[in-house]
């Protein structure tokens, strides 16, 4: 049977009993447990190099939880949250799908740290800037930048709230940003959601046309009898990268919250 943990437990505990991988696919990666995965090169192709790679002569490698997690990582850039199993990920690394459950308890584990992996892209390098417009801007900037370059974490954030280290630092930092504007915590507080659920509506949105071209096929052949007014906006946007209103969106929306919750003080 699996060893599943009742707990999930965030940094790989010392000592942690490594098993056999074999081949390339199991390299070790720079750095810790946690910042590993970062180092292993997965934005580099998704496919399952290692897969068949384990025959006579290959090299054998520790498998670790760190190691686990960047090839989860490098599956679900490539092909998605739903392309990611235990056994899948087995086979990249070239190991046999029980020996993963001594580091990795089930899929939702290791999903929860995938995204805790991940979540340290999204935070903004130190100093933040101490404007606080300035400061909003560059998180929601990095956030956006990590879920259009990771869209499995678009859907993995309904998975359930598994709250890991890295997100916490994101959360510390945010609530850092708006502390700047000195105003109600709660006050605070919505304009911090006011912003991040709204950069995550748009690289949704983003992600959704930039993967669906039939989509945006249909709406350049809507009918201009039908749809006059969409026919004379869609023509302008045929073409454009379709993060282009990022900035302009972002813009009305800060001087939303400063209006909403500066001048009125």
Do not use: C
């Not at 400061?135 to 990771?150: C, K, P, T």
């Not at 509506?201 to 993967?211: F, I």
């Amino acid at each position: 049977m699996p060893n599943r943990a009742s707990e999930l437990v965030w940094d790989e505990p010392a000592g942690a009993p490594a098993s056999a991988g074999t081949g390339a696919a199991a390299r070790t990666p720079a750095g810790g447990a946690t910042g590993g995965a970062r180092a292993s090169g997965r934005r580099g192709g998704g496919g399952d190099s290692g897969r068949g790679a384990g025959g006579r002569g290959a090299e054998r490698v520790a498998l670790t939880r760190a190691r686990i997690v960047a090839s989860a990582i490098e599956i679900a850039d490539a092909e998605g949250l739903d392309a990611v199993s235990i056994r899948r990920v087995a086979a990249r690394l070239n190991a046999r799908p029980m020996s993963l459950y001594t580091h990795i308890a089930s899929k939702d584990d290791l999903v929860a740290l995938m995204l805790n992996e991940i979540s340290a892209e999204l935070i903004v390098p130190e100093p933040l800037p101490s404007d606080w417009r300035a400061a909003l801007r560059a998180i929601a900037e990095q956030a956006f930048a990590g879920y259009v370059a990771h869209p499995w974490m678009l859907s993995a954030f309904g998975r359930g709230p598994r709250v890991g280290p890295n997100q916490l630092r994101r959360g510390e930092q945010s609530a850092a940003a708006v502390a700047g504007l000195g105003i109600d915590p709660a006050d605070a507080w919505t304009a911090l959601r006011i912003v991040h659920e709204w950069t995550m509506g748009h690289a949704l949105h983003v992600v959704t046309l930039r993967e669906d071209a039939e989509l945006e096929r249909q709406l350049s052949d809507a009918d201009p009898g039908d749809f006059p007014q969409m026919a004379k906006v869609f023509p302008a946007l045929r073409g454009r990268p379709h993060d282009t209103s990022f900035d302009a969106a972002l813009d009305v929306l800060l001087d939303g919250i400063e209006r909403r919750f500066l001048e009125r003080r």
